[in-house]
């Protein structure tokens, strides 16, 4: 299993930025695509950004497009996510993990980093 630990996280303002970084050990990070996942406040868990191994293809959702970017780091495995011109909806909590399309292969998930936007 692959471990993963989210930050960067906090509470920030609508229209600013913060930029969310996930490490990941354990496993073989680098052969597999990574996906962003947010919970929102009494909301199911959704897949709302993903990156392909080697970084050449992205994903997202209508709602993030054009806002967030998805990146990643196989030399420091670490993905990460630019969250810019935040709104109050994209409160929430934050995770990331191992995906395939929008299937999750890794049981384990990390405790998440807690973004707040105040409008």
């Known amino acids: 299993q692959v471990q993963l630990v989210e930050s960067g996280g906090g509470l920030v303002q609508a229209g600013g930025s913060l930029r969310l970084s996930c490490a990941a050990s354990?496993?073989?990070?680098?052969?597999?695509?990574m996906g962003w996942f947010r919970q929102g406040p009494g909301k199911a868990r959704e897949l709302i950004a993903s990156?392909?191994?080697?970084?050449?293809?992205?994903y997202y959702v209508d709602s993030v497009k054009g806002r967030f970017t998805i990146s990643r780091d196989n030399a420091k495995n670490t993905v990460y996510l630019q969250m810019n011109n935040l709104k109050a909806e994209d409160t929430a909590v934050y995770y990331c993990?191992?995906?395939?399309?929008?299937?999750?292969?890794?049981?384990?998930w990390g405790q998440g980093t807690q973004v707040t936007v105040s409008s």
């Open positions: 993990n191992v995906v395939r399309g929008v299937l999750v292969l890794n049981d384990s």
């Open positions: 354990g496993g073989t990070f680098m052969r597999y695509a």
């Open positions: 990156i392909r191994w080697a970084g050449d293809g992205t």
